[in-house]
């Protein structure tokens, strides 16, 4: 005997029927959905500061410290531009450096950790030699005249590198190491360590910048004139441009200081006038006085900034 199905039962399995009908059509097969876009990651150094930047699609992440900043395209005439939303925070890259803006303050040029800065130099004493490189020439001075030739440069570990190039005063090895380095003829500290062959003289030196050594840090002071600031926050910053800020530990400071041949000098100084327990001022005054007679600056075993007066220094640690 033949069952009969109720309507409402033949509506279900008609209705069943259409579903798996439409599952197989074309516009409705389930497809895996695209996978993100590479992430091209990069490590800076602006001066003493270390950041990164991670390029995901068209959006810039930025992380400085413990910062993070998201930045998004901006229309540039040449390399590649991001910008925050408020306009303070800024990547400009062009090859392997960078012009950053944070918080407003231009930070100085940044290049890629495992490069050299384009604009890079090198000089020693005893013999006397200088170089320069600007795009892909060197330039070699020595008492004996001045040459310039092809460099080809090879990365040996991520803060070594390795040029050569052949002059006619002779070919030109040296080794180039982001380590601090003291100029034996004015006692400045500068940001790498140099030391090679030039012909079958041996030389050895210091390059980069005497600056990059001060910028990019926030400098915390440890002692004045030998005695500990205790539980006192008392910071140094040097900006580009030859601008000084920082923290007496109650109020704060601004000032310009200039690099010289010879050393440093620090002037126009000018502070907020809030009142400060007994002793804070007490640092304060020590601080402020021994600041201005400033006329030389060292780096220590320990990487310790000492700023050095005639009658004592000023001790600093980066961070």
């Known amino acids: ?36 876009a590479a992430v091209k990651t990069l490590d800076w150094f602006c001066a003493r500061l270390p950041i990164s930047t991670h390029l995901q699609g068209e959006n810039l992440t930025l992380y400085v410290r413990d910062k993070t900043y998201t930045l998004t395209p901006m229309q540039a005439a040449s390399g590649a531009r991001f910008q925050g939303e408020n306009g303070q925070v800024e990547v400009w890259q062009k090859g392997t450096e960078a ?61 070594q590198h390795t040029l050569a190039a052949s002059t006619s005063l002779g070919a030109v090895r040296a080794q180039v190491v982001k380590r601090t380095c003291t100029d034996t003829m004015t006692g400045l500290p500068y940001p790498y360590e140099v030391s090679g062959t030039l012909g079958a003289q041996a030389i050895a030196g210091c390059g980069g ?7 990019g840090a926030e400098w915390h002071v440890d002692a004045i004139n030998g005695e500990s600031v205790g539980s006192q926050i008392i910071t140094l910053t040097f900006l580009p441009n030859g601008r000084l800020t920082g923290s007496t530990g109650c109020n704060r400071y601004f000032g310009q200081y200039q690099l010289s041949g010879e050393g440093i000098s620090i002037s126009q100084l000018g502070m907020t006038r809030m009142a400060c327990a007994p002793e804070v001022a007490r640092f304060e005054q020590r601080f402020t006085q021994q600041l201005r007679r400033v006329n030389q600056f060292t780096v220590d075993a320990v990487g310790a900034l000492e700023l050095h007066s005639t009658d004592g220094k000023i001790r600093a640690f980066a961070l």
Do not use: H
């Open 209 to 215: 910048l005497p600056e990059d050594v001060l910028q």
């Open 99 to 159: 012009t950053v803006i944070l918080n407003g303050q231009t930070l100085p040029t940044c290049y890629q950790q495992g490069t050299l800065p384009k604009q890079f130099s090198a000089r020693g004493n005893e013999p006397f030699w200088q170089f320069a490189l600007d795009g892909d020439s060197l330039t070699m001075r020595t008492p004996n005249g001045e040459a310039v030739g092809r460099f080809t440069v090879t990365r040996d570990f991520r803060i």
């Open 1 to 36: 005997m033949i069952k009969k199905l109720a309507p409402s039962a033949l509506a279900v399995m008609l209705v069943g029927c259409t579903v798996t009908s439409n599952s197989t059509q074309e516009g409705s097969i389930e497809r895996p959905q695209a996978a993100p």
